[in-house]
C-alpha cells in the first residue's frame, strides 16, 4: 500500500527532527558539552592582578574596551600572565550594574606594567575552584557556577566572600574561583 503524501511529508519531518537531534548532540558532545564542571578546594592563594576597574552598567561599552585591551597585553607579550575578571556582587549596585576588575593576572617572575593600571592582591586561605574545560559555547554561564561552588563550601562549612575570580586561559578553557570565609570567623 503505497504512503500518502500526508503520511509521506509527515515522515519527511520526523526523519529531519532525528538528524538534526543527533547533529546537534553530537557537535554539543565534540564541545565538551556533557564534560563535568570538576570543583576543588584550594589553600593559601595569594593573587597579584594589574588592571581596571569598571563600575556601571553592564551593557557600557567600557567593559569589552578594557578587556580587549588587557587581552591584547597578554597576546603581544607586553605583560605576561593570564587575562582575569574579578566580579564583586555587591548589595549597592542596581539592576542591570557590574562592578569588575579586569586585568591581568600576573604570573611568576617580574613583568614591566604599563601606566594607568592598578595593582590589587588578592589573598585567602581557603578558595574553591571549578574548571571549565568544555567549549563557551556550552560552557554554564558564571551564576551557575557560582551557585554551584556556593553549594560545595556550604557543604564544607565555609561562606564565601562577595568578588570571584574568573582566570581565562588561551585553549578556551577557564577557571572560576570563590573565596571562603570560615563562619566562626565573621
Known amino acids: 500500500m503505497p504512503l500518502k503524501t500526508v503520511q509521506k511529508t509527515y ?12 547533529l546537534s548532540t553530537s557537535v554539543y558532545y565534540l564541545l565538551g558539552g556533557f564534560k563535568e564542571l570538576i570543583i576543588v578546594t584550594a589553600k593559601n592563594n595569594i593573587y597579584s592582578i594589574a588592571g581596571k576597574d569598571f563600575k556601571g552598567r553592564i551593557s557600557n561599552d567600557t567593559i569589552g574596551l578594557y578587556f580587549n585591551e588587557m587581552r591584547n ?26 562592578h569588575q576588575f579586569i586585568g591581568v593576572l600576573l604570573g611568576e617572575g617580574t613583568t614591566e606594567i604599563p601606566a594607568g593600571l592598578i595593582v590589587k592582591e588578592i589573598e585567602c586561605e581557603t578558595s574553591f575552584k571549578a574548571a571549565l574545560v568544555m567549549h563557551p ?12 561552588l556556593y ?3 556550604q557543604e564544607k562549612g565555609y561562606d564565601l566572600d562577595n568578588y570571584s575570580l574568573e582566570i581565562f586561559y588561551e585553549d578556551n578553557s577557564m577557571i572560576v574561583e570563590m573565596f571562603g570565609i570560615e563562619p566562626n570567623k565573621n
Open 73 to 98: 597585553l597578554v597576546e603581544t607579550g607586553k605583560m605576561k600572565g593570564d587575562l582575569c575578571l574579578v566580579n564583586y556582587q555587591e548589595e549597592e549596585l542596581k539592576d542591570k550594574e557590574v
Open 137 to 148: 559555547l556550552v560552557r554554564p554561564n558564571s551564576e551557575k557556577v557560582q551557585a554551584q
Open 11 to 22: 515522515l519527511y519531518i520526523l526523519f529531519t527532527v532525528v538528524c538534526i537531534g543527533i
Open 151 to 153: 553549594e560545595f563550601a
